[in-house]
């Protein structure tokens, strides 16, 4: 495939920069519908939750977001919002059928709203914490208290629905253990990856300002320049729940003598054949694996001839990682929480939002983690140690990397979950849009407005089999996120809640439309939803 650089080859889009209506095609019940929605706390989601079988056993616990200065290594200590002074925040793990009851304080400044999306589990509508689709936005000093069962085991983690708070320190993991578990291993290693800026170099409100102004207001600049490393930007908009950014947001963009911009944090022609392209927007100081940069990694003590579970999540904002472990293969096992065959490859790339779990059973001595910034020249690592042996260097590129590469699309649903075969009942095209010339990235031309959630919905009926037709108009790679269900990539793909879909290109999925509320369709590209690129799936009363 031809990579294509989109600096080079703008697309002058249609839009708006910041929020608008949204619009998506349909060719069954039709979307910009005027008949009445479900209700993220009426009497469908209530009746839908009674179903999900649940343990009778409680959980309690209560995340703090509150600023912090948190240690990454190698003597950085940036200052972030974080879950209870830290990032990744601390673990959070169930059995199948367990009621989380998790109580958020906001103690963030400036009047800062806030709240909590429970990233992957399909829960009851109300619990989703995206405001102000399904509850009001969390106010500065003020709690609020998810309550949901989660009945499916995966992996999954946890971050704020509004503006570009994703991509602060405010994350955890959130494992859902199944206790009738048939994959065999040993031990387990959550693997949390992560790209950096806050506190570094600017905030993600700064990187979000600089993105907007787009590379049509950089008169003064060639646009064909490339730069070897990652890239962000900056903005004060889009608090998604009313948020007052205070003295948070810090635009670092600026004039410059030629009447362009400067660009702190946009990244210049980082390409992929891997993402069909363009690999990202946003040039990141620092690639994290758990929390750590990679001149001071992470370490996972093991055993030689160990079989080890990795459960791999990607929380970053803008950027893909192509990961391997050194001097071993990895047996893909699950994707999104879902299991699949079993495929053993080399590396694998895994999207903002996907999560993979892999199976490796350990050598003896020291090997590197690594999770190469796709297209970025920039990795993080981490560290597995099972015996004597020197520290890699912190750019280490393990050959791994450039052997049998696996993407979601090349797996296969296990039997048990795959889905039966069914009349489709509606399918909705769901048209990527927009492009970096005015950063108007939308669905069907037009940005979503955050305030009027109900506007233009795609609508959905309980009980469809519903076909949602990804077509991607942009230069650019999205990984689609779908709040509250999983969708099946094709008629035997693997079961996912977030998938890449490559420039140019259409990806089909399907799903059972089994969870009454209104859900959030968008990309998971943190700066791509904030500027538009989001619908609301809505179920019909």
């Known amino acids: 495939m031809k990579s294509i650089n989109r600096r080079s080859v703008l697309l002058a889009g249609m839009g708006v920069a910041g929020a608008g209506a949204l619009a998506a095609c349909s060719s069954g019940s039709g979307s910009g519908s005027s008949n009445a929605l479900v209700s993220p706390s009426g009497s469908a989601v209530a009746a839908a939750e009674k179903k999900r079988k649940g343990s009778g056993r409680q959980q309690k616990i209560t995340l703090t977001a509150a600023p912090a200065m948190i240690d990454l290594g190698g003597g950085i200590m940036p200052k972030t919002w974080a879950f209870d002074g830290r990032t990744p925040g601390k673990e959070v793990r169930l059995s199948v059928g367990d009621t989380l009851?998790?109580?958020?304080?906001?103690?963030?400044?400036?009047?800062?709203?806030?709240?909590?999306?429970?990233?992957?589990?399909?829960?009851?509508?109300?619990?989703?914490?995206?405001?102000?689709?399904?509850?009001?936005?969390?106010?500065?000093g003020s709690t609020f208290t998810y309550k949901f069962i989660a009945d499916a085991p995966g992996t999954y983690f946890f971050h704020p629905h509004v503006g570009v708070q994703l991509d602060r320190g405010l994350y955890a993991p959130l494992i859902v253990e199944d206790p009738k578990e048939t994959l065999d291993y040993d031990d387990e290693w959550v693997v949390l990856l992560d790209d950096w800026v806050d506190g570094v170099t600017g905030t993600p409100d700064a990187v979000f300002a600089e993105l907007k102004h787009g590379m049509g207001g950089m008169s003064g600049m060639d646009m064909g320049a490339s730069s070897p490393g990652p890239s962000s930007s900056d903005d004060s908009m889009g608090d998604m729940g009313g948020m007052?950014?205070?003295?948070?947001?810090?635009?670092?963009?600026?004039?410059?003598?030629s009447g362009g911009m400067s660009t702190?944090?946009?990244?210049?022609?980082?390409?992929?054949?891997?993402?069909?392209?363009?690999?990202?927007?946003?040039?990141?100081?620092?690639?994290?694996?758990?929390?750590?940069?990679?001149?001071?990694p992470d370490v996972y003590t093991g055993k030689p001839g160990k079989k080890v579970r990795l459960r791999i999540i990607n929380a970053g904002g803008d950027t893909a990682y192509r990961v391997a472990l050194g001097g071993h293969k990895l047996t893909i096992t699950h994707t999104d929480g879902f299991p699949v065959d079993h495929q053993q490859v080399d590396a694998l790339l895994i999207g903002m939002g996907e999560r993979y779990d892999?199976?490796?059973?350990?050598?003896?001595?020291?090997?590197?983690?690594?999770?190469?910034?796709?297209?970025?020249?920039?990795?993080?690592?981490?560290?597995?140690?099972?015996?004597?042996?020197?520290?890699?260097?912190?750019?280490?590129?393990?050959?791994?990397?450039?052997?049998?590469?696996m993407t979601a699309s090349q797996l296969r649903a296990?039997?048990?979950?795959?889905?039966k075969s069914a009349k489709t009942d509606v399918t909705h095209q769901i048209k990527l849009t927009g492009g970096m010339e005015k950063y108007n990235w939308a669905i069907s031309g037009r940005a979503f407005d955050m305030k009027d959630p109900e506007a233009s919905p795609v609508v959905i009926e309980e009980g469809q089999r519903v076909r949602l037709d990804f077509v991607n108009d942009t230069d650019m790679w999205h990984p689609m996120h779908l709040h509250g269900h999983t969708y099946q990539l094709g008629d035997s793909g693997p079961r996912k809640d977030t998938a890449i879909v490559l420039p140019k290109k259409k990806l089909s999925v399907l799903l059972d439309a089994d969870n009454p509320g209104q859900w959030m369709l968008h990309c998971h590209n943190a700066y791509h939803g904030e500027a538009g690129m989001m619908a609301n799936v809505a179920y019909q009363a």
Do not use: C
């Not at 429970?118 to 500065?140: F, K, S």
């Not at 947001?249 to 004039?255: F, V, W």
């Not at 392209?277 to 001071?296: F, M, Q, S, T």
């Open 101 to 140: 009851v998790a109580e958020l304080s906001n103690q963030l400044p400036n009047k800062t709203t806030t709240s909590i999306h429970w990233h992957g589990i399909a829960l009851r509508n109300d619990m989703d914490g995206v405001p102000p689709a399904v509850q009001t936005a969390v106010r500065a």
């Open 244 to 257: 007052d950014m205070g003295e948070s947001a810090s635009p670092s963009a600026s004039a410059s003598s």
């Open 264 to 296: 702190k944090f946009m990244l210049m022609g980082a390409t992929s054949k891997l993402l069909g392209g363009d690999a990202g927007d946003v040039k990141y100081p620092h690639h994290l694996i758990n929390g750590r940069v990679a001149a001071d």
């Open 414 to 419: 296990a039997d048990d979950v795959r889905l």
């Open 358 to 405: 892999v199976v490796a059973t350990l050598g003896d001595g020291v090997f590197p983690l690594v999770a190469l910034a796709e297209g970025k020249n920039a990795n993080g690592l981490a560290l597995v140690r099972t015996g004597s042996g020197s520290k890699p260097a912190a750019t280490v590129r393990p050959k791994e990397l450039d052997g049998i590469i």
